[in-house]
């Protein structure tokens, strides 16, 4: 049996390339998954493979849809970005009306790293890269680190990091140019008056609540320009469709 494309085919190489370009792009931006960490008891390696199979299926199906005129990987590959978009639009919604939960949840998943702080190097660059982001430590406060076995005041621990938080809750020297690791080493056996004179001592729950009012505009637009790709990728799919059941309805004639 012989495979051939018809001659006079006028399937659109402008819709087909594009798409095949924006498959392209929309899987880069969204496989870096380096920062994903456990929630609940749930493997981080196990939360990237399953996103990782559903990006490689999504972008197979766009790419090879698009270069093959595929019709049925371009209704997979429409129908998933529908999906998606559906589902980002229900959760802004449902974070927005259930904010308490929101915070709770988030105050669970930041508990629970805590508590698993040492036993992974990608959860500590994770927590560190929030705290110092956020200029805060811990999610209500410094406290929070009695969580952890190794920070914890109790008589029972005999860690050096007793009574202690990690660097990233440290108030950053403008004359070190050589980060301090050991910078929190015991400065919750100081009275507590004294704390913000080294350490950060607003929760990262309360520095997230009062950095989204603030920057309220820069969340709109990224949702917003989310939003427009994937419109944007649902309209290539769409007219990519439609000429090629042009062409194929032409051929019947």
């Known amino acids: 049996m012989h495979y051939y494309r018809y001659s006079n085919a006028k399937v659109s190489c402008w819709y087909k390339y594009l798409l095949f370009s924006y498959n392209i792009i929309f899987w880069g931006v969204l496989s870096d998954l380096t920062k994903v960490t456990r929630m609940h008891g749930i493997d981080p390696v196990v939360l990237v493979l399953m996103v990782g199979v559903v990006m490689f299926t999504l972008g197979f ?10 019709i049925c990987l371009l209704n997979f590959f429409c129908g998933t970005i529908v999906l998606i978009f559906f589902l980002e639009l229900a959760v802004a919604v449902l974070a927005f009306l259930f904010q308490d939960w929101v915070r709770d949840r988030f105050r669970e998943f930041f508990e629970s790293n805590i508590k698993s702080y040492r036993d992974d190097i990608d959860l500590q660059n994770l927590i560190d890269s929030l705290q ?3 200029q805060c430590c811990g999610a209500y406060g410094p406290e929070d680190w009695d969580l952890n ?5 109790s008589g029972a621990s005999y ?7 990690p660097f990233s ?9 050589v980060v301090n690791t050991q910078c929190g080493y015991d400065v919750r056996i100081q009275l507590k008056s004294k704390w913000d004179e080294s350490i950060f001592t607003k929760g990262c729950i309360q520095a997230l609540e ?7 505009y820069i969340v709109a637009g990224i949702f917003i320009a989310i939003s427009l790709l994937q419109i944007f990728g649902i309209f290539l799919a769409r007219t990519l469709i439609s000429d090629i059941e042009a062409v194929k309805a032409g051929h019947h004639f």
């Open 169 to 177: 809750c440290c108030v950053p020297d403008p004359a070190q140019k």
């Open 159 to 165: 860690s050096r990091e007793k009574c202690g938080v």
């Open 149 to 153: 076995v190794y920070f914890n005041c």
């Open 61 to 70: 199906a766009g790419c090879v849809g698009a270069l093959r005129e595929n």
């Open 132 to 134: 110092k982001a956020n």
């Open 210 to 216: 009062s950095w989204l009012p603030r920057n309220i």
